[in-house]
T-cell receptor, first 111, second 114 residues
């Protein structure tokens, strides 16, 4: 699949602040956009996903927004906590095609 | 426990050797994907199998090979190992060929080549 650009590569925020990670893609057939969180030395874990028929999805302190016209989607974490510190990967895909992952964002939440 | 089982968890071996990493997918998942993650790097896709057949290949070296068996478990074989092959190797599985439902990752095998 085509590449997914993920920005920023590193993000440092103060505890309690919000964090936003953005991904852009070019394959207009993409209709599934998951986000994975990987803590140090552990496996990537799905934290939230969105399909192209909705523009936003929320789950407690995390939310994902999708702009299909502009071909970008973002992860928003509010009221960040030290345990949110991890590497976050976005991905995109569609049925019959593999997921393509972004390069990852290292989020550091300073207490 | 994600339901995807990888063994061994850790492996230390010498350059030039050959190792086999094993992955059992989540029950009901037919697709298996292998990824390599070097220190502070992203997820590098190696190869995908679906129901026993190779479906996609990424940046997999010729020294590496894989297969998926009738019981759907998969093995990744790494030969003529070099220091640069030291990495975390993840297996992931999904219910179908494509990406419509996301992947579930195993805990990984940490390979150290000395």
């Amino acid at each position: 699949g085509e590449n997914v650009e993920q920005h920023p590569s590193t993000l440092s925020v103060q505890e309690g602040d919000s964090a936003v990670i953005k991904c852009t893609y070019s394959d207009s057939a993409s209709n599934y956009f998951p986000w994975y969180k990987q803590e140090l030395g552990k496996r990537p874990q799905l934290i939230i996903d969105i399909r192209s028929n909705v523009g936003e999805k929320k789950d407690q302190r995390i939310a994902v927004t999708l702009n299909k016209t502009a071909k970008h989607f973002s992860l928003h974490i509010t009221e960040t906590q030290p345990e949110d510190s991890a590497v976050y990967f976005c991905a995109r895909g569609h049925a019959g095609n593999m997921l393509t992952f972004g390069g990852g964002t290292r989020l550091m939440v300073k207490p | 426990d994600s339901g995807v089982t990888q063994t061994p968890k850790h492996l230390i071996t010498a350059t030039g050797q050959r190792v086999t990493l094993r992955c059992s997918p989540r029950s009901g998942d037919l697709s298996v994907y292998w990824y390599q993650q070097s220190l502070d790097q992203g997820l590098q896709f190696l190869i995908q199998y679906y129901n026993g057949e190779e479906r996609a290949k990424g940046n997999i070296l010729e020294r590496f090979s894989a297969q998926q068996f009738p019981d759907l478990h998969s093995e990744l074989n790494l030969s003529s190992l070099e220091l640069g092959d030291s990495a975390l190797y993840f297996c992931a599985s999904s219910v179908e060929w494509g990406s419509n439902y996301g992947y579930t990752f195993g805990s990984g095998t940490r390979l150290t080549v000395v």
